[in-house]
């Protein structure tokens, strides 16, 4: 596995993948939470950061897939997946690697936003006035979300060798579990499939781990989910093996 977590690392370091990603989705949220006069926390006049939680899960679905469609899909088109799969390496460590490398490069991503968590604690009235629970919280949904768009990207990426289809299929999953099910669970009421399609809705579980009070539901749930897809993935890189 850490072979495989190096050689994807280093190929993205090695080429303007990690730099065009994380300048991307820093430009993006800096403009949200410090320029743009709807959303910008200055002229909000508390010291909160809700509107980068707020925003940046939509930023991920798109980001997410972009970084993840690659992953399996150009070794597929050029050949050395094949080449992969000849080798003594278990196909758990093949999808791992990938997994957690996709991830460290999100997580990476995530950090330098710390700075805004640091901005807003001085800025307070009076300083330090900030809900530090609720961000710890949201900062753990946020890294748990972003593992579930890796591991449903990365499964994506196996369907085929069409990086763009990737992409599509990656932001589509993504949209669906994180919006897509709460919205239509508005349909049935206040039944039983509605709780349901609720309390699988990915924005749910997150809004949940940022009120500060971290439930070991949802973090279970949150995991599970990336399990699940690692998981399919597992079994579609099996079946290329055959």
Do not use: C, H
């Not at 977590?5 to 990690?18: G, Q």
């Not at 799969?85 to 460290?104: E, H, Q, S, Y």
């Not at 990476?108 to 901005?119: E, F, G, M, R």
């Not at 509605?194 to 990915?202: E, K, R, V």
């Amino acid at each position: 596995m850490l072979a495989i977590f190096r050689k994807e690392v280093a190929s993205f370091f090695n080429s303007l993948i990690a730099y065009i990603v994380m300048a991307v989705f820093l430009t993006a949220i800096g403009l949200i939470v410090w320029v743009f006069p709807d959303s910008n926390i200055l002229d909000y006049g508390y010291a909160d950061l809700g509107s980068f939680f707020g925003l940046a899960p939509y930023v991920l679905i798109f980001l997410i897939p972009a970084i993840t469609m690659r992953s399996i899909a150009e070794e597929s088109r050029n050949g050395t997946l094949e080449l992969l799969l000849t080798k003594p390496i278990r196909n758990i460590d093949l999808v791992l690697g990938k997994f957690f490398a996709n991830w460290m490069l999100v997580v990476l991503t995530l950090l330098p936003t710390l700075i805004y968590y640091y901005s807003i604690y001085k800025l307070g009235n009076p300083v330090g006035d900030v809900d530090s629970a609720a961000v710890a919280g949201s900062y753990l949904g946020l890294l748990l979300l972003s593992g579930v768009l890796v591991a449903m990207g990365i499964w994506a990426s196996s369907l085929n060798d069409n990086q763009i289809v990737a992409f599509i299929l990656g932001v589509f999953l993504a949209f669906i579990w994180y919006v897509g099910f709460g919205a239509v669970s508005g349909m049935f009421g206040d039944g039983f499939a509605a709780n349901l399609l609720s309390g699988i809705a990915l924005d749910v579980q997150y809004q949940a781990l940022g009120k500060g009070l971290i439930d070991s539901r949802n973090v279970i749930y949150l995991l599970s989910l990336i399990i699940f897809f690692i998981f399919l993935t597992l079994w579609r890189v099996e079946s290329l093996r055959k």
